[in-house]
């Protein structure tokens, strides 16, 4: 498992740091996790965002205007996380929803089976996605019950397996992967009413990967947000669920739901000042991803110069 007492050590520290520019009021603060584990370092970036701040707006991927050109079932084209928000001016964006590639109608000859991650390529969202209350990708349900989903309304969130009659005041929404078709892996929450649940989250519990989670606050009011890079001995090694979920916790979360990640894992954030704070992607650049989660901020102006 992650040392806690180290995350513990640096969120202290980090959180200290902050408090002498911002107050709890802030509607974003954001830190790094430095910590081991037995397989060797973890490294990450969390974000917590006041929902209930009147600065602050979320969103995620908008609808996308279908052609008859796209493959049956397409519902986004693959994007950069950091492409995806410097268009759309975000001040905070990961990845979400896990995916599949959807292969065009008429291929080039020669590249039928030529389907990358590349920017443009046609993607199926898996599960619940909503912008602006447009359902992007409908709720998916297996075993009579929804997938995890963090759904966002107006000041605050809450995470549920999420059905169509959960959507009721929703202002958008993004998902995990629930129970699978084969009645194998349950698909529960990350941690669910403070208790870590990671051994019976999807997907690969047990295995070491770059990892997206996003968690609410026990109010509802904060929202928490966590990108742990992997598959980087020297930097990150990753983390399994359950070391996913301690940190979740240790950074207050009390639901908390796993999204898409390995080579996706991606976290940017854009400071008030323009710098901007990344993450370190496994595949050594930034993977075209079908769905985002973006913050925007609207930071103070500097008063005008006399």
Not at 91 to 117: C, M, Q, R, W
Not at 133 to 139: A, E, F, I, L, T
Not at 157 to 167: G, P
Not at 207 to 219: K, L
Request: charged share 20%; with cysteine; proline share 8%.
């Amino acid at each position: 498992m992650v040392s806690r007492r180290h995350l513990r050590f640096f969120a202290a520290v980090l959180a200290a740091g902050l408090a002498l520019v911002a107050s709890a009021a802030e509607p974003l603060l954001f830190g790094s996790i430095e910590t081991t584990s037995p397989a060797g370092p973890v490294r990450g970036w969390w974000a917590k965002v006041h929902l209930d701040n009147p600065a602050v707006h979320a969103g995620v991927t908008e609808p996308l205007v279908v052609t008859a050109a796209d493959p049956a079932g397409t519902e986004a084209k693959l994007i950069p996380v950091n492409e995806w928000a410097a268009a759309h001016g975000a001040t905070l964006a990961v990845n979400a929803n896990f995916f599949g590639l959807l292969k065009p109608s008429k291929p080039a000859p020669g590249l039928e089976d030529n389907v990358h991650y590349t920017t443009g390529v046609a993607a199926d969202i898996r599960g619940l996605s909503l912008n602006d209350r447009h359902v992007v990708s409908p709720p998916r349900v297996m075993q009579d019950r929804g997938d995890p989903a963090l759904l966002i309304l107006a000041g605050r969130a809450r995470i549920a397996y999420a059905r169509d009659a959960d959507l009721e005041g929703v202002l958008c929404a993004v998902a995990g992967i629930g129970p699978d078709d084969k009645h194998k892996e349950p698909g529960t929450l990350l941690v669910e009413a403070g208790r870590n649940t990671g051994a019976t989250a999807r997907v690969g519990a047990k295995i070491r990967h770059p990892r997206t989670a996003v968690g609410v606050s026990a109010d509802g009011r904060t929202l928490i947000i966590l990108a742990i890079d992997g598959r980087q001995p020297a930097h990150s090694v990753g983390v399994t669920l359950p070391e996913l979920a301690d940190l979740m916790i240790d950074l207050s979360a009390h639901d908390a739901l796993n999204l898409d990640g390995g080579g996706s894992t991606s976290f940017y954030l854009r400071r008030a000042d323009g710098s901007l704070v990344t993450n370190q992607p496994s595949d050594g650049h930034w993977r075209p991803v079908a769905n985002h989660l973006g913050i925007w901020i609207d930071w103070p102006k500097p008063p005008a110069a006399k």
